[in-house]
């Protein structure tokens, strides 16, 4: 009889710490990111001209009779994968996609004539420290570091051109809320994924 005490205490008390525990360590998540890096950075150079001059040579006659219209920057978008190696680390990969392009339209009418784009494919190493990691809310800051590829398209291009350089992104401060499979979760950082980025995320 005291062994079978002993027994349901043991068993018990093992239950109990792995509730509190909750080992999930692999989290999936999709993000949407604001304020990427590439914007800034490739504003001022991705495409030909400015403003019309208001003397052209014969080089410039097409931006005689084009103009260009407003920038346009969709939300960047990526996927990820990380794995919890203990109480505070985690490690993984993400991979984002960022597109932002700018509209030739015609002078005389105002149609859509060609389009200047510059498309951006990233891929990082990530490496994130949770500073708190109990109850429903948890935050932390990360690295990432890894190459893009993209690819540009001004005004007299017939085709894109294609370059790989380094990217990387920090992020200073995120918050992930959730204690069961499914969390959500909000970041302010600087870099290739946006100053501001917010998403979904499913531990197991």
């Given at each position: 009889?005291?062994?079978?005490?002993?027994?349901?205490?043991?068993?018990i008390?093992?239950?109990?710490?792995?509730?509190?525990?909750?080992?999930?360590?692999?989290?999936?998540?999709?993000?949407?990111?604001?304020?990427?890096?590439?914007?800034?950075?490739h504003?001022?150079?991705?495409?030909?001209?400015?403003?019309?001059?208001?003397?052209?040579?014969?080089?410039d006659?097409?931006?005689?009779?084009?103009?260009?219209?407003?920038?346009?920057?969709?939300?960047?978008?990526?996927?990820?994968?990380?794995?919890?190696?203990?109480?505070?680390?985690?490690?993984?990969?993400?991979?984002?996609?960022?597109?932002?392009y700018?509209?030739?339209?015609?002078?005389?009418?105002?149609?859509t004539?060609?389009?200047?784009?510059?498309?951006?494919?990233?891929?990082?190493?990530?490496?994130?420290?949770?500073?708190?990691?109990?109850?429903?809310?948890?935050?932390?800051?990360?690295?990432?570091?890894?190459?893009?590829?993209?690819?540009?398209?001004?005004?007299?291009?017939?085709?894109?051109?294609?370059?790989?350089?380094?990217?990387?992104?920090?992020?200073?401060l995120?918050?992930?809320?959730?204690?069961?499979?499914?969390?959500?979760?909000?970041?302010?950082?600087?870099?290739?994924?946006?100053?501001?980025?917010?998403?979904?995320?499913?531990?197991?």
């Amino acid at each position: 009889m005291k062994q079978l005490f002993v027994l349901i205490s043991v068993l018990i008390a093992l239950s109990a710490k792995a509730q509190e525990k909750q080992d999930f360590r692999h989290l999936f998540s999709i993000d949407v990111g604001i304020g990427s890096l590439y914007d800034v950075r490739h504003d001022d150079n991705l495409y030909d001209y400015d403003v019309l001059p208001m003397v052209y040579s014969s080089k410039d006659y097409h931006q005689a009779q084009y103009y260009k219209d407003n920038t346009y920057h969709p939300a960047l978008v990526d996927v990820n994968y990380r794995y919890l190696a203990s109480k505070h680390w985690a490690y993984g990969v993400t991979a984002g996609f960022h597109t932002f392009y700018q509209k030739w339209r015609e002078i005389a009418t105002g149609s859509t004539y060609r389009e200047s784009r510059e498309t951006n494919l990233s891929i990082m190493g990530v490496g994130r420290y949770y500073w708190r990691t109990k109850n429903w809310v948890r935050t932390y800051s990360e690295l990432g570091l890894g190459i893009r590829t993209h690819w540009k398209k001004g005004f007299y291009d017939e085709s894109y051109q294609m370059k790989n350089d380094i990217t990387g992104h920090i992020t200073l401060l995120g918050v992930e809320v959730g204690n069961k499979h499914l969390i959500g979760f909000g970041e302010f950082g600087v870099g290739a994924l946006g100053l501001f980025r917010g998403g979904i995320g499913y531990r197991f």
